[in-house]
Nanobody
Framework: QVQLVESGGGLVQAGGSLRLSCAAS????????MGWFRQAPGKEREFVAA???????DYADSVKGRFTISRDNAKNTVSLQMNSLKPEDTAVYYC?????????????????WGQGTQVTVSS
């Protein structure tokens, strides 16, 4: 069983930055693929970024070049550095985990989810 707790959300002006963190419990974090997803009001949850156990990364086109996903296995955390934020980045951001050696873009592929953290970008 893995428990995930996100933090770092908040209100920021367009062009600003935020850093989200996800703290994972359990001893299997270093063997877990991790992902970030987001869901805006009235929209379906969408893929943002993913990182494999080998630190390979994948990004949605909408955030590529602006967001960076990273992991710290010693601290059991995965982070999402978000720069050059836009109003369309406003959403609840979720951290997700699963076993496996790759990185994964589909939410149905993940087994564990955090409760989410709100990110609001004002124009």
């Amino acid at each position: 069983q893995v428990q995930l707790v996100e933090s770092g959300g908040g209100l920021v002006q367009a062009g600003g930055s935020l850093r989200l963190s996800c703290a994972a419990s359990g001893r299997t974090f270093s063997r877990s693929a991790m992902g970030w997803f987001r869901q805006a009001p009235g929209k379906e949850r969408e893929f943002v970024a993913a990182i494999s156990v080998f630190d390979s990364t994948d990004y949605a086109d909408s955030v590529k070049g602006r967001f960076t996903i990273s992991r710290d296995n010693a601290k059991n955390t995965v982070s999402l550095q978000m720069n050059s934020l836009k109003p369309e980045d406003t959403a609840v951001y979720y951290c997700a985990a699963r076993g496996g050696l790759g990185y994964y873009r589909t939410d149905s592929e993940y087994d564990y989810w955090g409760q989410g953290t709100q990110v609001t970008v004002s124009s």
